[in-house]
């Protein structure tokens, strides 16, 4: 296989509706374990570490996406706890004890649910916060990727992963590695995860709101900040939610 432009298309064409085929039903129980828990006057909390981070973005506090949505994101544990910057690094997604600190940290009441991402689902501190949301009794939709996943060794004390923990699993699609393009003398280009994650992500969004309006409910979902009457239909639709989302961190 070339490297090129085309040929990443040709790959992300191919993956992309892969993913939407076999993730269907997923992505429709998704949306029902999220739509009960927003008639419960639940809110929606993302967390994804790394790249995935931008799964949680695509979830929480965007255009086009539900209000009731709060991102947990591993600064947090500086912006909201006080910590120093130093602590925040490149393998601290890979410690335990940080989920315990984050669960504490955020907004969460018991009828929240939450959608958590990991390409590879064994890093510790993604693990262990899962295990944390099901011990408290909440919904989990885990988004990560089987094949990579498979081929792996936990990296958390229990020897599980992501994929253990949550009531709806949602394949991403990507190759062990993410990237999809080999090159001649070893290794891969073309990383595809987060444009599959993100796919699944507005999937999930749309039935989910499909479901509100079915039922005849208003669906709180954000306009753009940057229309016309966004911050004020914004501002009244998040009051609803004062101190349960949290934004600009």
Known sequence: MTVSAEAYLAVVTETIGRVAAEQRRNVADAADLIAAALRADGVVHAFGTGHSEALAMEIAGRAGGLVPTNRIALRDLVLVGG????????????????????????????????????????????????SIVKERGHGLVA??????????????????????????????GAPYGDATL??????????????????????????????????GERPPVYLSANITGGDE?????????????????
């Open 233 to 249: 239909h914004n501002a009244e639709l998040e009051a609803r939610y004062a101190g349960r989302i949290r934004r600009g961190s």
């Open 143 to 172: 988004i990560t990727s089987a094949q990579h996943s498979a081929r792996m060794t936990s990296r958390h004390p229990s020897g599980r992963k992501l994929a253990d923990f949550a009531d709806v699993v949602l394949d991403n």
């Open 182 to 215: 080999p090159l001649p003398g070893g290794g891969a280009v073309g990383a595809v995860s987060s444009i599959t994650a993100a796919l699944l992500a507005q999937q999930i969004v749309a039935e989910v709101v499909a479901r509100l309006v079915a039922a």
């Open 83 to 130: 910590d120093p910057a130093d602590v925040l690094g490149p393998k601290l997604e890979r410690d335990p004890a940080v989920a315990h600190r984050l669960y504490e940290l955020a907004p969460i009441r018991p009828q929240d649910v939450f959608v958590l991402a990991s390409n590879s689902g064994v890093n510790g501190a993604m693990v262990e916060f899962a």
